[in-house]
């Protein structure tokens, strides 16, 4: 073990003894006296960077200068354990509150993730940060050509060395093009966009804007996987558990767009849960429900049928009053007039041009891929078998495991844990739906599913192969949630206690964020 390895964990166990020295002494009361849990998070927030930069410089300095500072050693130390005595804190005065708990938890270990996977490492994420560099322009139409700052071509980094030379004010950026960008629809950036536009306005280093860009969809992440937790009134556990998968981390603390599908898709399982319990349905759950339809129809339709759950609440809707039918056709029409505007901004000849040509190369032509399913009516039964056979350990293994380009590997430890720790999400708590939608969930789950293999078979596989490729675990988290609420049954409620998942994810994904950090060094 390195040096500088063990420092590190020396600091971290005497920032722990000096919070609970302080705790003893009950000193941070403050904490206690804070009402609004919104100043609580900001706090905590602000003092994970903190702590993290302080933590990350001193261990790059030591390990690629071998130069120990031991004033930002203290610290480091010392901001670590304002941060535990803080979150120490929050976590004693929200322990009975699932969807509090995720949030207090989340911040510093997304903030870890985030810090510690390298620019571009994130599957497509130069993609990703380029459409949304080009969205902060208000360039909403998509297209594979830009103006992006030119510092941007030296942000190339294997390894930690230099990172923290690249955070600085550029009062006189310049610019140059770039040959690519996702062709995602544009509200899958809006966040980090916003976040770049401020950045380039204040003059921020491309590096800095780089990373609050990140901060930007991570914190909605938080929002949406908590508003999940707090608005189901069943089965909160599976989706604490789901929130805290790491591969579900380390994409949200990226560019990527799967954060605001996925987190969306599962979001939309519990609102149906929600609304399932609920005696009415109001205005604000129609324009909820439906705005979450029309995100998901404009960037990942394969999740669509998640919103077949909602037939169960069709005698509901038929008992609503005409008002709320008002502002069902509003959103409907609201919602396809969005549609239509973002078809006509992602008609981008250049880009259909550029995606057919490497279609070309790859021998990827959906067409002809259709027409090989069709000349045998078993085709299609064939490909599904063959495929889940031969894939279906990788898929479970992939659910969380390869993080970044497939190539970081989280410990067997972390990756078994976290199996147990979802498997035992089920068993604490019933969704107590008869048997009729448990089956209906699971055929929901199992339609998508098909349609995640299928697509990628039609647009992404070689014409004529019988295996679908590019499909990963991760698209099948939607599906995970299906799957666990129906089959959940509180069988082992003794276990149902929320400091226990809590600990348990914690350490899970702190040792995964070690993983990280040990691929790149």
Not at 474 to 500: E, H, M, Q, T
Request: proline content about 2%; glycine content about 4%.
């Amino acid at each position: 073990m390195n040096l500088e390895y063990l420092f590190f964990i020396l600091g971290c166990l005497i920032a722990c003894a000096i919070a609970f020295a302080v705790n003893k002494a009950k000193v941070f009361n403050f904490m206690n006296q804070i009402k609004k849990d919104f100043f609580a998070y900001i706090i905590e927030f602000v003092m994970s960077i903190i702590s993290l930069v302080l933590l990350f410089q001193c261990f790059i300095f030591y390990h690629y200068w071998h130069n120990f500072n031991v004033i930002l050693y203290v610290l480091s130390i010392v901001s670590l354990s304002i941060l535990i005595i803080i979150i120490c804190k929050m976590i004693n005065n929200n322990k009975n509150d699932l969807s509090k708990l995720f949030i207090i938890i989340m911040i510093p270990i997304g903030l870890t993730f985030l810090m510690c996977m390298l620019p571009d490492y994130v599957p497509d994420e130069q993609a990703h940060f380029q459409r949304a560099y080009q969205v902060s322009w208000f360039h909403l139409s998509t297209g594979i050509h830009g103006m992006i700052d030119s510092d941007y071509a030296i942000m190339k980094f294997s390894d930690y060395k230099n990172i923290f030379s690249y955070i600085n004010i550029n009062p006189n950026p310049t610019y140059k093009m770039y040959h690519e960008a996702c062709t995602y629809n544009f509200i899958c950036y809006i966040l980090p966009a916003i976040v770049l536009a401020i950045s380039r306005v204040l003059h921020f280093s491309l590096y800095l804007s780089y990373y609050l860009g990140r901060m930007a969809n991570l914190i909605l992440y938080i929002i949406l996987i908590s508003y999940a937790i707090k608005i189901t009134p069943k089965c909160k556990k599976i989706f604490f558990v789901l929130g805290f998968n790491p591969m579900f981390i380390h994409l949200a603390a990226s560019y990527s767009a799967d954060v605001l599908v996925t987190s969306i898709s599962v979001l939309s399982i519990a609102y149906f849960l929600y609304l399932f319990e609920k005696a009415e349905i109001s205005k604000k759950d129609i324009v909820i429900v439906m705005t979450m339809i029309f995100i998901i129809a404009m960037t990942k339709y394969v999740y669509l049928p998640v919103f077949g759950i909602y037939f169960a609440i069709i005698p509901k809707l038929l008992k609503m009053p005409k008002i709320n039918w008002i502002v069902l056709v509003i959103c409907a029409i609201v919602g396809c007039a969005y549609i239509y505007v973002s078809l006509k901004l992602n008609t981008n000849t250049e880009v259909i041009a550029s995606q057919k040509e490497y279609y070309e190369a790859a021998n990827v032509d959906g067409t002809r891929q259709l027409e090989f399913l069709l000349s045998d009516k078993l085709n299609i039964l064939r490909v599904l078998k063959v495929t889940f056979v031969t894939k279906i350990f990788y898929y479970f293994d992939n659910f969380i495991n390869r993080l970044g380009w497939l190539t970081i590997f989280i410990n067997k430890f972390s990756f078994v844990f976290y199996y147990v720790i979802l498997v035992l999400a089920l068993f604490v708590e019933d969704a107590k739906l008869n048997i009729k939608y448990r089956i209906w969930f699971v055929v929901i789950g199992g339609i998508i599913s098909i349609l995640v293999v299928m697509g990628l078979y039609l647009y992404f596989t070689p014409v004529g192969w019988m295996t679908s490729e590019g499909v990963q675990g991760r698209y099948f988290i939607p599906c995970a949630a299906l799957f666990l609420v129906a089959l959940s049954n509180g069988l082992l409620k003794k276990f149902d206690n929320n400091l226990l998942f809590a600990v348990s994810v914690f350490v899970i994904n702190i040792l995964v964020a070690n993983d990280i950090l040990m691929f790149f060094i």
